[in-house]
């Protein structure tokens, strides 16, 4: 076997070793046994709740362990076919082979982007915030644009993407908007998203054709199962109900249905206003609740453990996560990372995927320098 070949086997071996470690080799096919057994138990649809739940951890622990078995077994099978073309000389074989072995690194690398993904509500749904910053109807168009980017993103993995709320701008775009984004792994992808936008551009609604700089946050948090108990008392909050937002027309809405809540103590504000009932918006509104305290309390041991501050911080200068640049030249970075896409287009359509997965990694590896601004 070629010396590149060997160091790229032992990379592979090496990587499949970590895996397992992450993984917990030993603990997972002894629960997945447990699991196994428990879904034989005919009582087990009594409670359906704790049923679907203990089905998605059994799918989620035979996918990976029937995964990392299929990478070792293709290592396996590709090392064999090396040395068997080897001995009979014949170097189609050995070629073959280690092209799959070079294909097999790829995998492992996605593969370890999904062990990343193991946070105590990584696989939940997810609830996304928009806020426009100060700039008016710039800022609020930005907010729009990315709205559509996430609601793109998330339809391009097969998530279905629900409105909760949703305040149009004076003149165009959005004042903000709160989305519900439902689909495995949904928080998990998105958690890192949360942050301070910056969009640099010829201004459309500058008749002077000048550039702009315009600033909108992020906030995302997870939505929370019934075996998740925030305690909130009604002591704690202020709810406001007021008239939905929207088009006019046949079906204006004309009684005040929609819902605020603050929750006075933390200060968080959540609204909903997608039902026309305000009992409807109003349960919809204390489960959105429930969840920003429940990410509250994630961030608070995330902040613990690793010694870095939130990054929910004033929509301006000097706080943004990335700056998305389509004048005077075209490129999208994030400062936390350093990763770039020099296709804003296509990041706007809901490419975001390598963003996302540096910043997992970097959330496993420890926090790096902030990469230095864009001009």
Same mark, same amino acid.
């Given at each position: ?6 160091? %790229? ?6 990587? /499949?070793?970590? %895996? ?243 929750? /006075? ?55 943004? /996560? ?54």
């Amino acid at each position: 076997m070629r010396a590149e070949t060997e160091m %790229l086997v032992d990379e592979i071996k090496q990587a /499949i070793s970590l %895996l397992r470690r992450h993984f917990d080799w030993d603990q997972a096919l002894k629960r997945l046994d447990y699991l196994n057994a428990e879904a034989e138990n005919p009582d087990l649809w009594n409670d359906p709740a704790e049923a679907q739940k203990l089905m998605r951890e059994r799918q989620s622990l035979e996918d990976n362990v029937k995964a990392i078995r299929g990478l070792e077994q293709a290592l396996d099978d590709n090392v064999g076919l090396i040395e068997l073309g080897e001995e009979e000389g014949d170097q189609s074989v050995v070629a073959e082979a280690e092209t799959a072995i070079r294909s097999l690194k790829g995998e492992i690398a996605q593969r370890q982007i999904q062990t990343l993904l193991s946070g105590e509500a990584d696989s939940n749904d997810s609830y996304l915030e928009v806020h426009a910053g100060a700039g008016g109807t710039e800022s609020q168009d930005w907010a729009n644009m990315l709205l559509r980017m996430y609601t793109r993103w998330a339809e391009k993995r097969g998530m279905k993407v629900e409105v909760l709320e949703l305040h149009d701008g004076e003149e165009a775009g959005i004042k903000s908007a709160t989305i519900h984004i439902k689909g495995h792994n949904a928080y998990g992808w998105l958690k890192t998203e949360s942050g301070v936008h910056r969009l640099v551009r010829i201004s459309p609604f500058d008749s002077n054709a000048r550039r702009h700089t315009s600033f909108a946050s992020v906030w995302v948090y997870p939505v929370i199962d019934d075996s998740i108990e925030i305690d909130v008392s009604e002591a704690d909050v202020r709810i406001d109900t007021y008239r939905a937002s929207g088009a006019g027309g046949q079906h204006v809405n004309t009684t005040d249905s929609a819902v605020r809540i603050t929750h /006075i103590p933390s200060g968080i504000v959540v609204a909903c206003q997608q039902e026309r009932s305000q009992h409807k918006n109003r349960a919809k509104a204390w489960d959105m609740l429930r969840a920003r305290l429940y990410e509250a309390e994630l961030q608070r041991r995330e902040e613990a453990a690793n010694a870095t501050a939130s990054s929910k911080t004033d929509i301006g200068w000097g706080h943004q /996560i990335r700056s998305y640049v389509l004048q005077p030249y075209q490129l999208v970075k994030d400062l936390r990372t350093g990763v770039e896409n020099t296709s804003p287009q296509n990041v706007l359509d809901g490419d975001l995927d390598g963003f996302m997965e540096a910043s997992l990694s970097q959330k496993i590896e420890g926090a790096a320098e902030p990469v230095a601004d864009l001009d």
